[in-house]
């Protein structure tokens, strides 16, 4: 059949020429930057320097409305950029100062700034968006009978507010959070100036990270709580926050901090942040958690109901020592993982090995007989197996755990104790406030016992069987 009215025929053409632009510009979707484990975790393209937060609490069951700035710089060219975040409803969205459009892509937010960014120039985001606390028990927002807390590890930070979503990009932190009257919030790091009044007699409290931070250790709390300032070792701000009511039930815990830092001072040097506290919470997560600066616990387990006090100790010290290892030391991919919890499990091993109640070895032998059992339930301690989906939380199994400390333990075993000792400190202190990965820890091992340990350390790291132990050839990897 021939065309013979032109208006048809070029409203035809019309259509025919969208249907073609329509094919040049398919739909938005989710990026990543290739994690092994959370493959649309993080995003390409750009490296964020900072974040600022604002959040207005009117309870635990209601969205809150939010501002998340974002300070960065473009890597590459960018006519699209993605971010992690999901949970919340987007009101608008400028970039640098401009609106852009916006829409979802799975659990990406997807941006068209009005003008495409050019490479290595400052990129300035800011998102209105609502952060909705309701409906999610495997991260983000937790619930207090009084309030709220965050516990973000893993992948969880972009449940709450726009991010870059991956420890690989640490930023500095601005948070900023209006409560009601009668309501104490708390975040990492310092506070700003005193709190704000507002209407009604709400106040806006502010705080501000003095060191970067990866999204996974963001914490702020809203609540009827108490903060207990104290004095560290040279002089550390200690600051914890507590439920008031169990404010004086919990003093005799808050006292031991100061100890705590002290004694893996000893070990590894000096404490890396600008102050230190733990958060208590009544609130059920059936984890603690080494949130930057403040630590994450569970109220029950200071309830001296079931948990004798040394074990209570190492848990503390456990969490404490991710303020080194996993904290200022952030795992380069979510695989490094074992460098956190091992390193962890390490020195709450040792520090209740110190307080003669469960020896090291006899922790050590115990977790070699089930090593084998948990690589093939999890995988190696450096290539571990993805969480089955929706159980995110399964990542973290017991061969990141005490699998990953038998590592460091044949570690000290194969090179001895000072050259050991001399590995942890150079970790700590070589890569503070940054990232870092298994490879980099086999190099500088490596140098530290002046010969190539790859040979030695990979079976342990990748193994799907546990190789011998050094000094302990009595030692059975088979459950008895």
Known sequence: ???????????????????????????????????????????????????????????????????????????????????????????????????????????????????????????????????????RADGGWVPTTDGLAMANQADA????????????????????????????????????????????????WTYRTRHPMATELAQVSVGRSAVVHGTGPHGLPLRDVVPAADRERLAPWLKKTAGHIAWMEERVGRYPFENYGVLIARATT??????????????????GEGYPEWYVESVMVHELAHQWFGDSVSPRTWSDLWLNEGHATWYEALYADGLGKYSLERRMREAYTRSDQWRAAGGPPAAPK??????????????????????????????????????????VSEHRDSVAGTEDFVRLASQEAGRDLTAFLEPWLYGKTTPAMPGHPDWSGKSV
């Open 1 to 135: 059949m021939q065309l013979t009215s032109p208006r048809l025929r070029a409203a035809l053409l019309a259509a025919a020429s969208l249907t073609l632009v329509a094919a040049v510009l398919p739909p938005p979707k989710p990026l990543g930057i290739g994690d092994r484990l959370f493959p649309e975790l993080g995003n390409p393209g750009y490296d964020v320097l900072s974040y600022d937060l604002s959040f207005t609490y009117k309870d635990n069951k209601s969205p809150h409305d939010a501002v998340t700035v974002i300070d960065a710089r473009a890597l590459r060219p960018l006519e699209l950029i993605n971010l992690d975040f999901t949970h919340g409803k987007v009101a608008s969205v400028e970039v640098n100062g401009e609106p852009a459009r916006f829409e979802s892509a799975g659990e990406d937010l997807v941006l068209t700034p009005a003008r495409p960014v050019a490479a290595h120039v400052p990129l300035h985001i800011t998102v209105r968006h609502t952060s909705d606390p309701r409906g």
């Open 286 to 303: 059936g984890f603690e958690l080494e949130t930057q600066t403040l630590s994450l616990f569970e109220n029950s387990l200071f309830s």
């Open 157 to 204: 930070a972009h449940r709450v507010f726009p991010c870059n979503d991956h420890p690989a990009d640490k930023a500095y932190f601005t948070f900023r959070i209006t409560a009601p009257a009668g309501l104490t919030a708390v975040a990492n790091g310092v506070p700003g100036a005193l709190p704000v009044p507002g209407a009604a007699g709400a106040m806006t």
């Open 386 to 427: 993805a969480a089955a989906p929706g159980e995110k939380i399964g990542l973290f199994r017991p061969v990141v755990y005490d699998g990953a400390a038998l590592i460091l333990y044949a570690l000290r075993q194969e090179i001895g104790v000072q050259a050991f000792d001399r590995v942890e400190r150079r970790w």
